[in-house]
């Protein structure tokens, strides 16, 4: 089976389907059901995760996700036993799912802006969002009450991957200056420079 062709040119060519963070994460956390907002074409997660909600409002994915040859790939590429289920949204993550509780483990925000903020009322308590700093969102979690820091993980190569929940008390430590505000971040979307900055961040939703 070929692989999808903007999967392959987005993800696979580019070295970047993150396939060893979500090895890493499954190995270390129980996770049943994932939500990926601002997902575009990136399917990795269902290779690992056996349920995964995807969502996107970049014109033309629901095509991708209906593509036979899409869920044939998965079908024969995935890590688990039981028939792989998925589903996608056509739509921007700051409108409600209205389909949706909260029902997921795991909110996967990669380059897509403030995912953790929109979409944090379907994240169980007790669920974690993997997010990194790029458009701001690891910044937002740090300052959301929410939000309690519980690891942090490094990319050594694509499928290569560690996590770490020692030391988190030297992470989230601004460079100079105090702490932007929320109102701050949402106006510049860009993430708090720290002194010291892992790959990505690991947050546990504290609170209902």
């Known amino acids: 089976m070929p692989l999808p062709k903007l999967y392959k040119k987005h993800h696979v060519d580019k070295e970047h389907t993150s ?16 939500f990926y907002p601002g997902s575009h074409v990136h399917i990795t997660p269902s290779l690992i995760f056996r349920e995964v909600i995807y969502a996107d409002s970049f014109k033309g994915t629901d095509k991708f996700f ?25 739509q921007d993550y700051n409108t409600p799912f209205e389909e949706l509780g909260k029902e997921f483990d795991l909110v996967i925000s990669q380059y897509a802006g403030f995912v953790g903020q929109a979409v ?5 308590k007790g669920g974690l969002l993997v997010c990194n700093n790029s458009h701001g969102d690891a910044s937002m979690a740090s300052l959301d009450p929410d939000f309690e820091l519980v690891a942090v993980y490094r990319r050594y190569a694509d499928n290569k991957f560690s996590i770490s929940e020692k030391n988190l008390e030297d992470y989230l430590i601004p460079k100079q200056g105090a702490l932007p505000s929320r109102e701050q971040l949402l106006k510049t979307m860009r993430g708090i ?9 690991i947050f546990k939703k504290i609170n209902e």
């Open 19 to 34: 396939i060893g963070l979500f090895e890493a994460l499954d190995k270390k956390y129980t996770i049943k059901k994932v």
């Open 120 to 124: 944090k009322a379907y994240l169980k």
């Open 66 to 90: 209906k593509d036979k040859e899409t869920a044939a790939f998965i079908e024969q590429n995935r890590k688990y036993t039981a028939p792989p289920v998925f589903r996608f949204y056509q």
């Open 193 to 201: 420079a720290y002194t010291k900055s892992p790959s990505g961040y």
